[in-house]
């Protein structure tokens, strides 16, 4: 217990910021040793029906854990609901903070957090917010309590890197605290490789039946599928469907899901005059969707990797989609033709093709199947298996491995990414030009007299 409190009293001085961060998670990380794994804690701001594909993870994690023996405990932030999805786990509230960023609200989150993962004698915590500023919080609430902590990447981390509120350096330090991270492909794990992180490449679990080749002539019904959101490029979808109308005047789009740029996407398709684009909103029934559909679109600028593109695979169908180098099932061997990336004529010329060559559709329908029998071929539990007995023998730094071909498409999109921040920068900058060009008032000349010789010796001036 004198450990434990002085590990948490160390994390408030960093929280107050009178300590390095890094000196909280050296403490957390000296700890003594961990217990073997009997309880497992799956740690998410909450377990809403409602698609997240984070949330079908933690309910079949919860579920493959409780068959392998072990207790399961779900912490949420959010109180249960009517509205979640049904666990037969163990369910525990983690009081909400005000702020994240707060000293108070992280040294509350810490005492909260341990306390619950003490009172539960949970051995193993896998914290589902990967993206959280209160990761590292999280971890040294964890560790002080002698817990393994895990962190699992449901995104891909390198594309924080063009995330204005994300400050990149400061997450790869955050993950300091963590045993391991879970990484969806292996490109996300060699990334973590690189900087010296243990990490397990994991799939996300089948969630349907593989189904039957399409052989029929397809109809030209488009399925676009997801959150209405920047990230997800819904008006590119809308502008490629836009030039294959020109071409198809029968093919159709239909638009599943909400986001804040439903109000903008039904506007575009207004103005365009797009007859035959139907927004649907968010659709619990997927096997409708996937049902009446010929060809999944999908525009998304950074994908972990994408529910829906394998549930489209395993009914069959053919996609077209934006190119994603760390996604290695974007190829026509897997059913799927990809496009680079804002090249809407690109995808649209693929879809056209699809939709329109017989020979072709058959072909990617056959490969899709292909494609997601393999995938779940993948032996889930035993891998899950595999890790936790890392995890109890502390063999969780041999899952590094040396860099190799893998870093390519992480190389690849990372520079992607920086080349997406530097042209907002760019924007940004043209933006303020005018501005400046305005800036001849005396207040004006004063600053500029006065950092005058600053920018000289920054070579800025």
């Not at 909280?24 to 000296?30: G, L």
């Not at 010296?196 to 052989?215: F, L, S, Y």
């Not at 002539?217 to 209405?228: F, T």
């Not at 659709?283 to 593109?309: H, N, P, R």
Request: with cysteine; proline share 5%; aromatic share 8%.
């Amino acid at each position: 217990m004198f450990e434990h409190n002085s590990c948490l009293k160390i994390a408030s001085q960093a929280a107050e910021g009178e300590l390095p961060l890094s000196s909280a998670i050296k403490a957390a990380r000296q700890m003594p040793p961990h217990r073997e794994i009997k309880t497992v804690g799956l740690y998410f701001w909450g377990i809403p029906d409602d698609g997240n594909g984070a949330v079908y993870v933690i309910k079949t994690l919860s579920e493959l854990l409780s068959k392998m023996g072990l207790r399961v405990c779900v912490l949420t932030e959010d109180e249960p609901s009517e509205q979640d999805v049904s666990l037969s786990a163990e369910r525990f509230v983690v009081p909400k903070i005000a702020d994240e960023f707060s000293a108070e609200g992280r040294k509350k989150r810490m005492r909260d957090l341990a306390a619950i993962l003490q009172a539960q004698s949970i051995d193993l915590l896998i914290d589902n917010q990967f993206y959280s500023p209160l990761v590292p919080w999280n971890g040294i609430a964890a560790k002080s309590c002698g817990c393994r902590y895990v962190v699992y990447d449901h995104g891909y981390l390198v594309s924080w890197m063009c995330k204005p509120e994300a400050v990149f350096a400061d997450r790869l330090q955050w993950l300091r605290v963590c045993d391991a991270v879970v990484s969806l492909t292996e490109a996300g794990k060699r990334f973590y490789d690189c900087i010296g992180i243990p990490a397990i490449v994991m799939p996300n679990p089948p969630t349907c039946a593989c189904g039957e080749k399409r052989g029929q002539q397809p109809k030209k019904r488009v399925l676009w599928l997801g959150r209405l959101d920047p990230e997800k490029k819904p008006l590119d979808a809308l502008c490629a469907f836009a030039m294959l109308h020109d071409r198809c005047a029968d093919a159709e789009l239909f638009v599943a899901g909400d986001g804040d740029l439903m109000a903008q996407a039904q506007e575009y398709a207004a103005k365009e005059r797009l007859q035959n684009v139907r927004f649907l909103g968010f659709q619990a029934d997927k096997e409708s969707l996937f049902a009446q559909a010929d060809v999944l679109l999908m525009t998304s600028e950074s994908e972990s990797w994408s529910l829906s593109l394998h549930e489209a695979l395993a009914h069959g169908i053919p996609a077209v989609c934006y190119d994603l180098p760390n996604l290695d099932i974007l190829h026509e061997d897997c059913g799927v033709m990809a496009a680079a990336q804002d090249d809407a004529q690109a995808l649209s010329d693929a879809l056209f093709a699809v939709l329109t060559d017989e020979a072709l559709y058959g072909k990617l329908s056959e490969n899709a199947i292909k494609a997601y029998k393999n995938y779940c071929s993948f032996d889930f539990s035993g891998a899950w298996k595999d890790f936790l007995q890392r995890m109890n023998e502390d063999m969780a730094f041999d899952l590094l491995l040396p860099v190799d071909d893998a870093t390519r498409a992480l190389v690849q999109t990372m520079a992607r990414y920086h080349s997406v921040g530097m042209q907002t920068v760019c924007a940004e900058n043209e933006r303020l030009k005018p501005l400046a060009a305005r800036g001849k008032s005396a207040a004006y000349k004063l600053g500029a007299a006065m950092t005058w010789l600053p920018r000289k010796l920054l070579k800025r001036g």
